[in-house]
């Protein structure tokens, strides 16, 4: 599980700590071991209100502002597939109407990723559903080995960010349930994403995601 604090902040336990991530600012935040505490007993007792040295941080971190009155609700985080890369994964080949595609929609995420706030991008994707509704794990899986061989055309680095959101515009059209998730650790800070669907991760492993606290799934 994770919580919801604002509509553009969310919060999760990793290594005993609490991680704010707000998606308004693109920042993550790892709080003072005095406020996690305060923070975590909030959590228990979801009907109050925040502790003033909880308000005193969103405040000086900017996380609220004028009129914004922080609450806190749970919201359950999808279970991690722990399905294994099928055999003939990221091999075969692709059409060039693919690779083609593949390169026009990681260019358009890499261009959004400059230009817009991520709340905007994550908004977005949030309301987008399937046009087709072909939800067949072996389509789903099979498309999504198709967009890793196609991807090597294209001339952008590869990262988490870039590829989950390219990859989930990508199945956008034939799956309804691709869920893309962001996870933390604290102790070393770090942060990761990754695109699910109920049947399978999609764009890593297992071994990797699972060091991972969820802190928001879309």
Request: with cysteine; proline share 7%.
């Amino acid at each position: 599980m994770f919580w919801r604090v604002l509509p553009h902040v969310t919060a999760c336990i990793a290594s005993n700590r609490v991680v704010l991530l707000d998606i308004r600012q693109d920042r993550y935040f790892l709080a003072p071991q005095a406020v996690s505490d305060a923070m975590k007993a909030w959590f228990q007792a979801t009907s109050a209100g925040p502790p003033e040295i909880v308000m005193t941080m969103f405040e000086r971190s900017r996380i609220t502002r004028s009129g914004e009155q922080p609450s806190c609700t749970v919201v359950d985080v999808p279970a991690t597939p722990q399905t294994l890369v099928p055999p003939g994964w990221g091999s075969g080949n692709v059409t060039s109407t693919d690779r083609l595609r593949v390169a026009a929609i990681v260019t358009k995420t890499w261009m959004e990723l400059r230009l817009r706030p991520l709340q905007e991008i994550l908004d977005r994707r949030a309301g987008r559903g399937a046009e087709v509704g072909v939800d067949e794990p072996e389509t789903v899986i099979a498309r999504a080995s198709a967009y890793d061989v196609a991807r090597r055309a294209s001339p952008f680095a590869r990262n988490c960010l870039l590829d989950s959101l390219s990859l989930h515009a990508w199945l956008a059209r034939i799956n309804r349930d691709c869920r893309l998730v962001f996870g933390v650790t604290a102790q070393p800070f770090s942060a990761h994403c990754w695109l699910q669907t109920p049947d399978a991760i999609l764009n890593d492993s297992y071994d990797r995601v699972s060091r991972y606290a969820p802190i928001l799934a879309l």
